[in-house]
């Protein structure tokens, strides 16, 4: 029986949900398997890791490019080295104690500081298991660069050339796109998930998300909104952020707009089958999943750093509008209302997705095992 252990890392909701996609797909592949998902920032695995995250989310609060400094200080080949080195350290004998516990033959990670732990145990300690990361990004960067990693997978030929150009062998990269959950290509048609919400036939409808931590200005989003004469279905994800849900409510009851609002919730693939058009802040994930639904989406706010090369990603398609600072919201919604921009949106997004990169991904870390079986 063959024990994987999955690390993903609950620094927003897309290293998780990735997890996930590929969890729900080694399952079905392998059914007499023995898996294992782990939070590595959660509190019991490591207080330090708790922490650690708990701290970034505060200053994120305070300094919106805190991530940004994070991220070009991990840019730089040395300097990238020492930060990479730094929180491999810090996190390795919480590592230790997961792999002597679970004892796995491969270990995935959708997170850099899990896999960067690994890769340090495994080079340290002789340790024997496959190493497989999933970079949740959609630009190449310094920080999931890592040795004794056996399988990398990606979301672009451009970051597979990158990496080659970094010296990493041929065979050890894939890129079969950012796993998304399959059950974003069962879901029921557009107009049955718009009456089961009860929207108005022919009302377009408007889904605002911040992530699981409610981010992204949603507040003064809504009130922008108000300015559209047109009655729109503003469909609210504030997340677990119970402060927001509350103004959103309030400010609900008394739009001229048909307004719903919903907290942290597993719902979110059903409200983007609902909508027209979603305003979000670019997280890779999100992107992904709405590539697949071919839904057009309105950027803004992005976390600078990795978000931003989102951001550039999808609107370079024509699957998304960037709306930068001081730019209109208002406007810029209206002007998608308009006309066909929506469906030619629509029309990129589909081509763009990666529906099958969970299974794909899935597959592989499957033959990944079977030929350590044969070498062994």
Same mark, same amino acid.
């Given at each position: ?52 995250? &708990? ?16 991220? *070009? ?23 230790? *104690? ?27 300690? *002789? ?26 997978? $990606? ?7 990158? $990496?080659? !150009? ?20 069962? $879901? ?23 992530? !699981? ?19 729109? /279905? ?10 927001? &849900? ?39 994930? /999100? ?86 079986? $044969?070498?062994?």
């Amino acid at each position: 029986m063959k024990k994987i252990l999955i690390l993903t890392a609950s620094i927003g909701s897309g290293h998780i949900k990735a997890a996930e996609a590929i969890e729900i797909e080694l399952r079905r592949l392998l059914p007499d398997a023995e898996i294992t998902t782990v939070d590595f920032m959660d509190s019991r695995i490591s207080r330090i890791h708790w922490f650690m995250k &708990k701290f970034y989310l505060v200053m994120l609060a305070f300094v919106p490019n805190l991530y940004d400094v994070f991220y *070009k200080l991990s840019g730089g080949s040395s300097g990238g080295t020492l930060v990479q080195n730094a929180f491999a350290y810090v996190m390795m004998p919480a590592m230790k *104690k997961l792999v002597r516990r679970c004892g796995p033959d491969l270990v995935l990670c959708t997170h850099p500081f899990p896999e960067g732990a690994a890769s340090l145990l495994k080079r340290r300690h *002789k340790e024997n298991y496959h190493l497989a990361a999933v970079m949740t990004d959609y630009s190449l960067h310094q920080i999931w660069l890592y040795p004794a990693v056996d399988r990398y997978y $990606m979301a672009t030929e451009e970051m597979r050339m990158g $990496m080659i !150009g970094h010296g990493f062998a041929v065979d050890t990269l894939m890129v079969p796109g950012i796993p998304v959950a399959s059950v974003l290509q069962e $879901m029921q048609d557009k107009q049955g998930v718009r009456r089961a919400l009860a929207i108005p036939e022919g009302q377009p409808a408007v889904l605002l998300m911040g992530g !699981g931590l409610g981010l992204g200005g949603i507040e003064a989003n809504l009130k922008d909104l108000e300015r559209i004469e047109k009655r729109l /279905t503003l469909l609210v994800v504030a997340g677990r952020n119970e402060r927001l &849900k509350g103004r959103v409510q309030e400010m609900g009851a008394v739009s001229h707009h048909q307004v719903l609002v919903w907290g942290y919730t597993d719902q979110v693939h059903f409200l983007m089958r609902a909508a027209d058009l979603l305003i979000t802040k670019p997280g890779a994930l /999100t992107i992904s999943e709405a590539f697949v639904l071919g839904l057009p989406m309105l950027l803004h706010d992005p976390i600078p750093g990795p978000e931003t090369e989102n951001a550039i990603y999808a609107t370079r398609h024509g699957a998304a509008v960037w709306l930068h600072p001081r730019e209109d919201l208002a406007r810029a919604v209206k002007n998608l209302l308009h006309g066909d921009a929506l469906q030619k949106m629509s029309k990129a997004a589909r081509t763009c997705a990666k529906p099958l990169a969970a299974s794909e991904i899935a597959e592989d870390l499957r033959k990944l095992l079977e030929e350590g079986e $044969m070498i062994s």
